[in-house]
């Protein structure tokens, strides 16, 4: 009786540990942050590009549109329908906020608007995901230490990215959600492990 009792809760501990484990991978990313999705939005066309480009997306996380009642989502099928903004080559239109996308795999998503003109004026979005147990792609090589970027040329004066919070006084910035994932993991393992020797032993 007593074994049986331990077999159970090493049970119960593994799927715990199981659902911690797929808690930590999926991200959920309000899309524009506080903007929201909105036609002509601030910094023009690139807007939602650039916000997307500080963001290393991966199968299982949820894209939420909030938009007013003026608006639309929808994904495009292709990037030829992304680009021209041809918006009735689309998978779906949600006409209620806030929509919740999961990105339910790998590779290439198109969202637009799907209201006349709002596309044309930047109301669209192109992201890539990878798999959640990829490492996110590596950057170029820092600019030497002295020297100030160059902005871009355009006329837009949207800020560049800025790189993750860190605590005062550190200079170590917080780890990656692969890295704290990884972490969780290890102490999960660690956890199981202490608990099985000292049920068994």
Request: aromatic share 6%; proline share 10%; with cysteine.
């Amino acid at each position: 009786m007593g074994q049986l009792h331990n077999i159970m809760v090493i049970l119960i501990v593994i799927a715990v540990a199981a659902t911690m484990l797929k808690s930590t991978k999926a991200a959920e990313y309000t899309v524009g942050d506080n903007t929201g999705w909105t036609s002509a939005p601030p910094g023009g066309a690139s807007f939602y590009s650039d916000w997307a480009s500080n963001i290393t997306f991966r199968e299982g996380d949820i894209l939420v549109f909030t938009f007013t009642a003026s608006h639309t989502v929808a994904e495009l099928t292709d990037r030829a329908s992304f680009d021209g903004c041809s918006v009735n080559q689309n998978q779906g239109v949600i006409t209620t906020s806030p929509a919740r996308i999961t990105l339910n795999r790998t590779g290439d998503f198109y969202f637009a608007c799907t209201i006349q003109g709002h596309c044309n004026s930047g109301q669209k979005l192109s992201i890539a995901t990878i798999t959640s147990t990829s490492s996110p792609p590596t950057q170029g090589p820092s600019p030497p230490s002295g020297t100030t970027p160059t902005p871009p040329s355009s006329g837009d004066e949207t800020p560049p990215p800025q790189s993750p919070p860190t605590e005062p006084g550190s200079t170590t910035p917080p780890p990656s959600r692969g890295e704290a994932t990884s972490l969780v993991a290890t102490f999960s393992i660690l956890l199981i492990t202490l608990l099985i020797n000292s049920l068994l032993f």
